[in-house]
């Protein structure tokens, strides 16, 4: 079985200058906090883990990464691998709760994140770009931070792109608008052109269409036969 869900974990509020590059500084917008699961076939693979203590954000509803996923019906041993885009909070610090997971970071997003990953843990680091079989490519861009990166996970014609904060919500890609959170601002505006297109699903972790007031999990693509 193939399967993409997606687990909210809560729901907030974020400066508009930082969700859009040229965006309103008075304009305060709603955003959610999601992370994905990838079932594919043996392996049940993290991409991000979400936190427990809210990373500083007032959320009007949240629950812990772990019950969100146990929700949906997986034991955090279960998880066999986690990518992690980048080294915010709100993306890594519940990895501690997935003690039997190999992590798979970009090198440069190590020594940042290190403070929240459990001293026996394995961990595989990448430079520009690896892969978790023959379906999933983990690549470098390096816009919102200096080793963000994204995943690609090719399933027939569709490539599903897992933005992490190289895009915080879908009007990004519509309007061609890069984020406003981005340590290289041009890296980030070719983000959106080169993954503008039918090509691509982007999959995000903040957009408040995610399962609007609530927070749980819904599947995003299922291939029983895969």
């Known amino acids: 079985m193939r399967r993409i869900v997606v687990l909210k974990y809560g729901e907030s509020i974020y400066n508009e200058k930082y969700i859009f590059a040229g965006g309103a500084p008075d304009v305060m917008l709603p955003i959610s906090f999601v992370f994905y699961l990838i079932q594919d076939g043996t392996r049940n693979i993290l991409v991000d883990v979400g936190c427990n203590d809210g990373a500083g954000f007032e959320m009007s509803c949240f629950c812990s990464p772990v019950e969100a996923l146990k929700e949906y019906g997986l034991q955090p041993e279960e998880i066999t691998d986690v990518f992690l885009t980048h080294r915010h909070r709100d993306h890594v610090e519940a990895i501690g709760d997935f003690k039997n997971a190999v992590i798979h970071i970009q ?65 990004c890609f519509d309007n061609q608008i890069p984020t406003g959170a981005t340590c290289n601002p041009e890296i980030s505006k070719q983000f959106i052109q080169d993954y503008h297109g039918d090509d691509y699903v982007p999959l995000l972790f903040h957009d408040p269409s995610i399962l609007p007031g609530r927070v749980g999990n819904q599947v995003i693509m299922e291939d029983v036969c895969g």
């Open 107 to 171: 090198a440069e997003e190590y020594a940042p994140t290190k403070k929240f990953i459990p001293e026996n843990s394995k961990v595989e680091m990448f430079e520009e770009e690896t892969s978790l079989g023959p379906n999933l490519i983990i690549r470098k861009i390096g816009g919102h931070s200096i080793g963000s990166s994204v995943a690609i996970y090719h399933h027939g014609n569709k490539k599903y792109l897992f933005c992490g904060d190289e895009c915080y919500v879908q009007a």
